[in-house]
């Protein structure tokens, strides 16, 4: 168990480090025992574990394994209460019964408003019933009669209890017939309202939990409305303590390769509510897509499609004639308690060791549907990547650390805004070696970035796998872009801005979290303080003298100049070239990490010219400058720079950014070199 925990621990600091739990080693080696023992197990009680109940009535279904009890209205299929460790429904009992626990999402028609809709079943049935296991389904079918009222998909929602579980697993269903109509998906999930009056600490990572302010503190009188609805200044808080801070879900985001478990603690009594999501291969978007997690209410969410930091890219569309099925989840809700005098925040430790025992069990083997397939329906692939690139080594570099996957067959990079079919992925070792297990039979193309080279490998071959396949590809090459020698960089290519200069917040706007916190991009209004540092004179950074931790701002943003009155900025590379190759082609490698609404113009020594040298032209949704994102969707752009353009000695390339309507208008750059011609050398 202990080990187990370690290795938790070092996963979770992935997801940015550990302010809180900074000694946790120490903690481990010296309490462990004594406070595990003191968690209540649920899953392994003394005696043999009661047999799972199904309780029947006229509007209502109840499930019960002796540990946890579960409400589901009948036939809707909404989670209306949840009985555990002698609280009578962990869920809002102010809320009404359709507003606790229950599966939604956000559709359109074609060219139509956007509906949102919580899904209630119109039928009934169980599934499984016996002692080991109950599992219900709640369905809603669709026919014509219902267009433009509901969205056409058949969805069907699973509910499953097994004995000696401290929680319950819910999946779902949704399918398209290829004679239905059209439509878009921009997001859907599985949210739970929690009782406010009992979780009030929230925990997403190791470094990111809290308590929390009061849905009250959101309401008129409490709160001050800021750049955008999900954006408050607590002004009155129920907790004075609060007062001053700022609000906002947006800053509880996480990347899908850490969003593993987050959640809730009640102190009194000592109860944990945890949402645990056991793989990606569910979610849209790949390892890096940002969803929301847990935040104000207290609201937990299990995002599977969202548009968030991608914008319309990301949107799910559906064509008349298309046919689509996809199932979403399982994911799992577990409970955990202690002991009245042991420390509460010890639920989180053991919701982490939890999670690692349902990725450890993923496939499941318990999903009654035929749609989920488990474990021997299922193939693997292995290989080892390896990196060509002449002009840092004449041998082949590992891959190390490469993200490698498999999503359905497209374009290099594509895998970022898939969100109709299941992708799978992995991280090679420290030699290049991967293995992606337990993929769902189809065509696959092979996906691949490598942290420190730009760009996107993709294996031309399609991959079909096949029940109990196992394909080894053996060595993958991976030939980044690259056409010369670097000359300069600016930047790490990681597709993140984060080693770049991140301000300190307003100090009228500060969630106290993040203050000293590695993810300071996560501060509220931090658009604004680039005018507060250039409110005259844009950017220069001279290649050479100036450090790009300290001298480039973390995004190109617009200035302020009046009430809701903007201006686009202009940067400077300043660099010198001692010999320039005048008939030589030079190449200019721009890395974006996200983009909102923006245009990126270059300009090469002249700043006053009518057409750039390059423009982008509008480009980017990804609004993750308003989200305290770090990055969106990347973008990898080459721009050509004739010799003739350079000059020997001091030569200048300039960055403009017209745009500007509104204050979230910017580019977060990624990396950026400086290429000469091939076999060009130069200072």
């Not at 450090?547 to 009155?565: C, H, P």
């Not at 008939?583 to 700043?607: F, K, M, W």
Request: net charge negative; hydrophobic share 35%; proline share 6%.
């Amino acid at each position: 168990m202990e080990s187990k925990l370690r290795c938790i621990l070092d996963c979770f600091s992935d997801c940015s480090g550990c302010n809180k739990h900074k000694d946790s080693q120490s903690i481990i080696e010296n309490n462990h025992c004594a406070q595990q023992h003191s968690l209540k197990d649920k899953r392994s009680p003394a005696m043999p574990p009661q047999g799972v109940r199904l309780h029947i009535q006229d509007h209502h279904v109840i499930v019960d394994n002796g540990i946890v009890q579960v409400t589901l209205s009948k036939p809707g299929g909404i989670v209306t209460g949840i009985r555990y460790d002698g609280i009578d429904n962990l869920l809002e009992i102010r809320n009404k019964e359709t507003n606790r626990g229950y599966w939604d999402l956000h559709w359109n028609e074609p060219g139509g408003k956007g509906i949102f809709d919580v899904i209630y079943g119109t039928s009934f049935t169980v599934i499984v019933e016996n002692e080991e296991q109950v599992e219900l389904s709640f369905l809603r079918t669709w026919d014509p009669s219902l267009e433009g009222k509901y969205i056409p998909l058949n969805i069907d929602k699973r509910f499953v209890l097994l004995r000696g579980s401290s929680g319950f697993y819910s999946y779902a269903i949704y399918e398209k017939l290829k004679e239905w109509p059209g439509f878009s998906i921009g997001e859907t999930r599985f949210t739970f309202k929690l009782r406010k009056d009992k979780f009030q600490y929230m925990a997403v990572t190791d470094n990111r939990q809290r308590k929390m302010p009061l849905p009250d503190d959101r309401l008129t009188g409490r709160c001050q409305p800021l750049a955008y609805p999900e954006a408050v200044l607590l002004i009155n808080p129920v907790d004075p303590e609060l007062t001053g801070e700022v609000d906002d879900k947006y800053q509880y985001s996480c990347e899908n390769k850490d969003l593993r478990v987050h959640g809730w603690i009640s102190f009194d009594p000592p109860v944990g509510f945890w949402q645990i999501t056991p793989s990606d291969e569910f979610r849209s978007g790949g390892p890096l897509k940002q969803n929301l997690t847990s935040h104000v209410g207290p609201t937990t969410l299990a995002m599977f499609h969202s548009t968030h930091y991608a914008g319309k890219y990301m949107m799910l569309e559906l064509q008349p004639g298309e046919p689509w099925k996809m199932v979403f989840g399982p994911v799992f809700i577990y409970f955990n308690s202690a002991t009245k005098g042991d420390d509460p925040l010890w639920l989180w430790e053991d919701a982490k060791i939890q999670m690692m025992n349902e990725v450890q069990s993923w496939p499941y083997s318990f999903p009654a549907s035929e749609d989920f397939q488990k474990a021997e329906q299922r193939g693997n692939v292995s290989g080892r990547l390896l990196v060509q690139d002449r002009y840092i080594s004449n041998d082949r570099i590992v891959g190390s650390g490469a993200f490698v996957g498999l999503a359905p067959p497209g374009n290099a990079g594509s895998w970022q805004t898939e969100c109709k079919n299941y992708q799978f992925w992995t991280r090679a070792d420290e030699n290049g070696f991967f293995s992606i297990d337990n993929v769902r039979t189809g065509e696959y193309n092979l996906y691949a970035w490598v942290p420190g080279f730009i760009g996107d490998y993709r294996y031309e071959a399609v991959i079909t796998i096949s029940s109990g396949c196992n394909i080894e590809m053996g060595n993958l090459i991976y030939e980044p872009p690259r056409d010369g020698p670097t000359l300069w960089e600016i930047g790490i290519p990681d597709r993140s801005a984060a080693e770049f200069y991140i301000p300190d917040p307003d100090p009228k706007y500060i969630n106290r979290l993040f203050v000293n916190h590695p993810d300071k991009f996560r501060q509220y209004g931090l658009w604004d303080r680039y005018t507060d540092l250039y409110p005259d004179e844009d950017l220069v950074y001279t290649v050479g003298f100036s450090d790009y931790s300290k001298d480039w701002f973390f995004a190109q943003l617009v200035r302020k100049i009046g009430e809701n009155t903007y201006q686009g900025t202009t940067w400077q590379i300043k660099f010198k070239l001692e010999n320039v190759d005048q008939s030589g082609t030079y190449r200019l490698r721009v890395a974006i990490a996200s983009a909102t609404l923006s245009e990126l113009q270059v300009r090469v020594n002249d700043p006053t010219t009518n057409r750039p040298l390059f423009t982008t032209g509008l480009i980017g949704r990804d609004n993750a400058i308003a989200r305290h994102g770090i990055h969106g969707l990347y973008m990898l752009y080459s721009v050509d720079i004739p010799g003739a353009r350079f000059v020997e000695g001091e030569n200048t390339i300039f960055f403009k950014q017209p745009r500007c309507n509104g204050p979230f208008q910017g580019i977060m750059y990624d990396y950026i070199r400086l290429e000469g011609p091939p076999a060009f050398c130069s200072t």
